[in-house]
């Protein structure tokens, strides 16, 4: 499986981005989706996932209330809408798929798009 990552940029804080991730060359229906980011200096981080035919969501607790993620299985792309936006956002958002119960056992990753949130 390959994952295309897109959407990210530069935003004020308060403001909303929209990433998504194109993912192609295997069944998407197969793989729970999820969104890392890795913020300079820091290790990768688990942001949001999403079952596999989008009945349940995950967020990290830092971007409840803020952050959403669904999918789009006849599209294959899985989306993380953001909303009111904060610099402590500002990282590397990698889109992740996985055939494991865990977030923390990661198939396949794609290539990271940066999201810079200024103050």
């Known amino acids: 499986v390959q994952l295309q990552a897109s959407g990210g940029g530069l935003v004020q804080a308060g403001g909303s981005l929209r990433l998504w991730c194109a993912a192609s060359g295997g069944t998407f229906s197969s793989h729970r989706m999820a969104w890392f980011r890795q913020a300079p200096g820091r290790e990768r981080e688990f942001v949001s996932g999403?079952?596999?035919?989008?009945?349940?969501?995950f967020h990290t607790d830092s971007v409840k209330g803020r952050f959403t993620i669904s999918r789009d299985n006849y599209r294959n792309t899985v989306y993380l809408q953001m909303n009111s936006l904060k610099p402590e956002d500002t990282a590397v958002y990698y889109c992740?798929?996985?055939?494991?119960?865990?977030?923390?056992?990661?198939?396949?990753w794609g290539q990271g798009t940066l999201v810079t949130v200024s103050s």
């Open positions: 999403i079952s596999r035919y989008g009945a349940s969501t």
């Open positions: 992740a798929a996985t055939t494991s119960s865990t977030w923390s056992s990661i198939d396949y």
